[in-house]
């Protein structure tokens, strides 16, 4: 059923919605409007997740095919209220990975809130030259560092705690459609 479901998303969802993006995209820069830009974006937004979700679904029910259990890989991000939840719900396995064998190997949490946010701002780096040893890649992962550093401080996150839940998702997903951007 997983491998049904991912092949789904990926042929009907991802493929479709990223022949419309590649469009616009692809428009020159005088025909670009706002209306087009806002549709790109929302489109491009759903094929990368659809795209990585998709691939991912195909792979556990491949593996249940073999007797072999995955967890899930995504976990509905697109609902986050901030970076932190995003990376919670996005790809599941690589933020694991790198929490578990990078970010804990630094100290984790149990070193001084300076060195944590220095340790995250070095896991998204690297995690950024896993992606691409190219700039937009090393870009991406300090952009993804630099606000899970700043969600971690008292006031930035009094501040997005006393926001309406509504501009909580909205700045979650406008971060993460930056981010999906650049990558």
Not at 22 to 41: C, M, Q, R, Y
Not at 62 to 70: D, N, T
Request: include cysteine.
């Amino acid at each position: 059923m997983e491998f049904t479901i991912g092949l789904s998303k990926k042929m009907l969802i991802a493929n479709t919605v990223g022949a419309v993006a590649d469009v616009i995209f692809n428009l020159p820069l005088e025909k670009l409007d706002t209306s087009h830009a806002w549709l790109g974006l929302m489109t491009y937004t759903l094929q990368i997740y659809c795209d990585f979700s998709g691939y991912s679904d195909m792979a556990i029910g491949l593996a249940h095919i073999f007797g072999v259990q995955f967890p899930q890989n995504f976990n509905y991000p697109y609902v986050s209220r901030s970076i932190r939840e995003f990376w919670r719900r996005w790809h599941i396995s690589l933020s694991s990975w790198f929490r578990d064998y990078l970010y804990i190997s630094l100290g984790g949490n149990r070193v001084s809130e300076r060195r944590v946010r220095l340790n995250l701002l070095t896991v998204f780096f690297l995690c950024g030259l896993w992606h691409g040893a190219s700039w937009n890649f090393i870009i991406w992962g300090l952009f993804h560092g630099i606000f899970l550093a700043l969600e971690r401080t008292i006031i930035f996150t009094s501040i997005l705690n006393k926001i309406p839940r509504v501009f909580q998702h909205i700045y979650a997903l406008s971060n993460a459609n930056r981010i999906t951007i650049i990558s």
